[in-house]
């Protein structure tokens, strides 16, 4: 299982972004059997929850500090979960990693690192006030 995160970038606080990451390798399951989330983690952090849906698109959740201005999506035909983010703030500075969950949570949209087996190589957002 690979993850390809991309669409990072430098924006200005006010701004948008729109994360990408791309799937292969899958086996075992097919790609939309997985659950997917976003994370992300500051220098100095830990890597924390961002947004997650689930196998069914129109099941989604958002950390408080993210809701209303960050939108997940997933097209499975492109294997493909986005992160739409608007209103971007300096506090969303961080290295953004996309993540498929292992099969074992009972939640449809897992939050907890653990609950996410594969991860891709992150994808660096700043954003300057």
């Known amino acids: 299982v690979q993850l390809q995160a991309s669409g990072g970038g430098l924006v200005q606080a006010g701004g948008s972004l729109r994360l990408s990451c791309g799937f292969s390798g899958f086996s075992g399951r097919t790609f939309s059997r997985y659950r997917l989330g976003w994370f992300r983690q500051a220098p100095g952090k830990e890597r924390e929850f961002v947004a997650a849906?689930?196998?069914?698109?129109?099941?989604?959740d958002y950390a408080d500090s993210v809701k209303g201005r960050f939108t997940i999506s997933r097209d499975n035909d492109k294997k493909t979960v986005y992160l739409q983010m608007n209103s971007l703030e300096s506090e969303d500075t961080a290295v953004y990693f996309c993540?498929?969950?292992?099969?074992?949570?009972?939640?449809?949209?897992?939050?907890?690192?653990?609950?996410?087996?594969?991860w891709g190589q992150g994808t660096q957002v700043t954003v300057s006030s």
């Open positions: 849906i689930g196998r069914s698109t129109g099941n989604t």
């Open positions: 993540g498929a969950d292992s099969g074992s949570s009972i939640l449809s949209t897992p939050a907890t690192r653990t609950d996410y087996a594969y």
